[in-house]
Nanobody, 124 residues
Framework: QVQLVESGGGLVQTGGSLRLSCAAS????????MGWFRQAPGKEREFVAA????????VYADSVKGRFTISRDNAKNTVYLGMNSLKPEDTAVYSC?????????????????WGQGTQVTVSS
């Protein structure tokens, strides 16, 4: 079993920055592909970013490309999501997820483990 705990959410003004953390336990993140998703009220869960376990390659949703950065620190068993130039439409609950599967990392159904989420609110 893998446990994931997110932190770092909060209230920020448009154009501001936040860094979310996802601390993992039960398994090293070096053996897992890790992703970040978000869900706004009344909307479907949306892929944000993912990072592959072997290469460290990353992929982003078009809506956050150039503004968000996913990274990991294997020594701390933690994955991060750096968010810059935040917009009101970025407001959502952000959750990290982990999977041993290699493909289709944009799909929530591919992930085996989920954190509880952390709220990010961007005021206009």
């Amino acid at each position: 079993q893998v446990q994931l705990v997110e932190s770092g959410g909060g209230l920020v003004q448009t154009g501001g920055s936040l860094r979310l953390s996802c601390a993992a336990s039960g398994r090293t993140i070096g053996s897992l592909n890790m992703g970040w998703f978000r869900q706004a009220p009344g909307k479907e869960r949306e892929f944000v970013a993912a990072i592959w376990r072997s290469s460290g390659s990353t992929v982003y949703a078009d809506s956050v490309k150039g503004r968000f950065t996913i990274s990991r620190d294997n020594a701390k068993n933690t994955v991060y999501l750096g968010m810059n130039s935040l917009k009101p439409e970025d407001t959502a609950v952000y959750s990290c997820a982990a999977t041993s599967r290699q493909f289709q990392v944009r799909l929530p159904s591919q992930y085996e483990y989920w954190g509880q989420g952390t709220q990010v609110t961007v005021s206009s």
